[in-house]
């Protein structure tokens, strides 16, 4: 039987959320449901466990590599201009969170970006060029706090994403020290060997074109030039995943956490590990805690949604999987297999039906798009019955 094709090709040849038909079929997603001892067909519902096998490689890797085009003269086209996103987390002294605080974050160019936190003391500053900026928050409310200036590169991050923490504290703090020290927030922390940051960047682009031993290789050289270069350790527990060898990948999951506990993707990573070990209430704890450091993470509420509905935590699961796909930037489709089965479960059928309707709106040709349209068709006819 030959390859069925995929749509595109992103990591390890899959779209995140978005297997192609072969590896569904090989994983029996169209069957992944169980009825009721008595085959009713309105029992139906979603086994989680099999779903979330469906999942593999997609749901955890953050982070995929496009090679660059080429036109039939063998010449390059220009890679287009890559924009990061900058998340910023502020806090007051005691450690709560600091809404309302003012933001500024300057470019080299010198060119000011200002906002306001919300409640949660968080913002985004979305669509940024690469680059070095500096960031230092103010608190309206009361003027003597303020923080220490961060400056960052978020091109020098792994993801395209970057999470900074600003500390407000008293301005008297600031004055004892003549010459504040400039923290220097994600990487840029790091002192990372040219050397090691190159191993590190040909790892990734290995990992994008779907060599993963050349990545593991790659990003051994790295760990091996810069024992503390936790990205690495992350992105290498990824390729283990994509490889199914979740054990070699929980280890390089913790390694990275020993070394920064913050690290979102790290703590994501960690968590499936834990997904698919059973172990959910662990999962449930480190999917928390990546949302923490990244709550824009559409994958991660995703997971989250799925532990909670296997320990059949049914508000947390529906807030995860609701939350998941309101990332209009970042879909999530299987998020609405899920959303039905937990509606199933509560025996609101037609809203079961209508979360199976708009996943196979989606990709109507998927390989499970069939199976899905049987079980979506006796959900429907369960909830017209008197």
């Given at each position: 039987m030959?390859?069925?094709?995929?749509?595109?090709?992103t990591v390890f040849?899959?779209?995140p959320f978005q297997l192609c038909a072969e590896i569904l079929?090989?994983?029996?997603?169209?069957k992944g449901f169980s009825q009721s001892p008595e085959g009713d067909a309105g029992e139906s519902s979603f086994s989680a466990v099999g779903a979330s096998l469906a999942l593999v490689l997609g749901v955890v890797l953050s982070l995929s590599t496009t090679s660059q085009a080429q036109q039939p003269g063998g010449s390059t086209i220009p890679a287009p201009i890559k924009l990061y996103n900058i998340y910023v987390q502020v806090s007051l002294p005691d450690g709560r969170p600091a809404g309302g605080t003012l933001v500024s974050m300057t470019s080299a160019s010198g060119m000011p970006r200002r906002a306001f936190t919300n409640d949660s003391g968080r913002l985004e500053f979305p669509g940024i060029p690469e680059g070095?900026?500096?960031l230092t928050a103010t608190s309206p409310s009361d003027p003597s706090l303020i923080s220490d200036v961060v400056e960052t590169n978020p091109s020098r991050t792994a993801n395209g994403n970057l999470t900074v923490q600003l500390s407000l504290r008293d301005r008297s703090d600031h004055s004892r020290d003549p010459k504040p020290g400039v923290i220097r927030a994600g990487e840029n922390e790091q002192r990372i060997p040219k050397e090691a940051r190159k191993a590190f960047n040909e790892g990734l682009r290995f990992k994008g074109n779907d060599e993963p031993l050349k990545a593991v290789g790659s990003f051994n050289r790295a760990l091996k030039l810069y024992p503390e270069y936790y990205q690495a350790f992350s992105e290498r527990g990824?390729?283990?995943?994509?490889?199914?060898?979740?054990d070699e990948a929980a280890k390089d999951f913790e390694a990275a956490l020993k070394l920064n506990p913050h690290y979102a993707p790290a703590l994501r990573g960690s968590g499936y590990c834990k997904l698919e070990k059973k172990e959910f209430a662990a999962a449930i704890d480190l999917f928390e805690k990546s949302i923490s450091a990244d709550p824009n993470n559409a994958n991660t509420h995703l997971l989250l949604g799925i532990a909670n509905l296997e320990l059949d935590r049914r508000e947390p699961a529906r807030?995860?999987?609701?939350?998941?796909?309101?990332?209009?930037?970042?879909?999530?489709p299987r998020a609405h297999i899920y959303l039905a089965n937990l509606y199933a479960r509560e025996r609101q059928y037609l809203l079961a039906a209508d979360e199976l309707h708009k996943y196979i709106e989606i990709d109507p040709r998927a390989a499970d798009a069939a199976g899905m349209r049987e079980i979506e068709a006796k959900w429907r006819a369960r909830a017209a019955a008197p």
């Open positions: 030959g390859s069925l094709p995929c749509r595109t090709r040849g899959l779209e079929l090989r994983l029996g997603v169209s070095q900026y500096s990824d390729v283990n995943v994509a490889q199914r060898q979740l807030d995860a999987l609701q939350k998941a796909l309101s990332f209009n930037t970042q879909p999530v």
